[in-house]
């Protein structure tokens, strides 16, 4: 009777499920794969790390991480306590700047130093290093590639990933980083870039500007002076005329909160009242952008609100320097 009987039913244990020990088994299975392959990982990140130091090894390295470093855990603790390693970058970085001006750039030298810079980013980003990257000021570093001017791809390259790491930096709210970067002059290195760079480098250095007028200190910093706001206020003046051309819908999310925060300052309030780009105000110009973004369209509504008179009592009541402000608005411009 038993050999007639289905396979399904003389082989299988009760109830048509595995074994309580062969579940046991597979588990155990999969987590000691699991934990040899977090071990051939991180032998393999070790190993390349090791050969950043080695100059004949360096770029190869360079480019196996960069590709690499969302699989590596922990891999800016390992690049900033391991020998030597950063000092490499740094000196991949500064080994370039002879080539910046006059420009002479080769997208090769290009690409490695921005595989440099995407490790610097991984750093940047890691919350065991992100001071100890400050308190170097490696930021300092990337700042003549946000100096150049050049528009060929392999400066545009170098300027968007110098930008990723700053933006790493500001991503996560933190008044000492926002410090920092006050205190090295970002703001007119951001603002060359709004100025003239691809859309994707201008979209990341106004959300640069963005986070630091967001903290306190930035929006302090920024409304100052008469000169610093109204810096700014060109930049993205000109900004907005450009997307009525040619429009793009991230960029102008950037720009419409930065100007928001900035009404949210009495005395930059006030003289946004006069040179607030006339687009914005129109709900015609961008309302294609708009359509598929609440976010975005309930920030200008509040702009439009606060420019009109929502905020002009407390602007008058704070209402020393405002004179001045608006005195220098032309000259700045």
Request: hydrophobic share 45%.
């Amino acid at each position: 009777m038993m050999a007639n009987q289905p396979q399904s039913l003389s082989m299988n244990p009760p109830f048509g499920g595995p074994s309580a020990s062969a579940s046991a088994g597979a588990a155990a299975a999969a987590a000691a794969a699991q934990v040899n392959n977090k071990d051939r990982k991180l032998a393999s990140a070790e190993q390349l790390v090791l050969e950043l130091c080695n100059p004949d090894l360096r770029e190869n390295a360079l480019l196996d991480l960069s590709k690499k470093r969302e699989i590596f855990q922990d891999l800016a603790p390992l690049l900033w306590n391991s020998f030597g390693t950063v000092a490499a970058l740094l000196q991949e970085i500064v080994s370039i700047y002879p080539v910046l001006s006059p420009p002479n750039l080769t997208a090769a030298a290009s690409n490695r130093v921005c595989n440099a810079l995407a490790l610097l980013q991984c750093v940047a980003s890691h919350p065991d290093t992100r001071t100890l990257f400050l308190n170097a000021h490696i930021p300092l570093y990337l700042y003549p590639f946000l100096n150049t001017t050049s528009k060929t791809r392999p400066f545009e390259y170098l300027r968007l990933t110098s930008l990723g790491v700053i933006g790493a930096l500001v991503k996560v709210d933190d008044t000492e980083v926002i410090s920092f970067l006050l205190s090295t002059e970002i703001i007119p290195l951001c603002l060359r870039t709004m100025e003239m760079g691809s859309e994707l480098s201008k979209t990341v250095a106004t959300f640069i500007v963005q986070k630091i007028l967001l903290d306190d200190i930035g929006l302090h910093y920024i409304c100052a002076t008469a000169e610093r706001f109204f810096a700014v206020g060109r930049v993205l003046g000109t900004m907005v005329a450009s997307l009525a051309e040619q429009p793009s819908s991230r960029l102008l999310k950037h720009i419409i909160r930065c100007y928001l925060r900035l009404s949210d300052n009495p005395r930059a309030c006030e003289a946004l009242r006069n040179c607030l780009p006339d687009m914005l105000r129109d709900p015609t110009t961008f309302s294609a952008c708009l359509r598929e973004d609440p976010t975005t369209k309930r920030w200008l509504q509040q702009l439009i609100h606060n420019v009109s008179g929502g905020s002009r009592v407390a602007a008058l009541q704070a209402g020393a320097g405002l004179d001045h402000m608006l005195a220098n608005q032309t000259r700045v411009i």
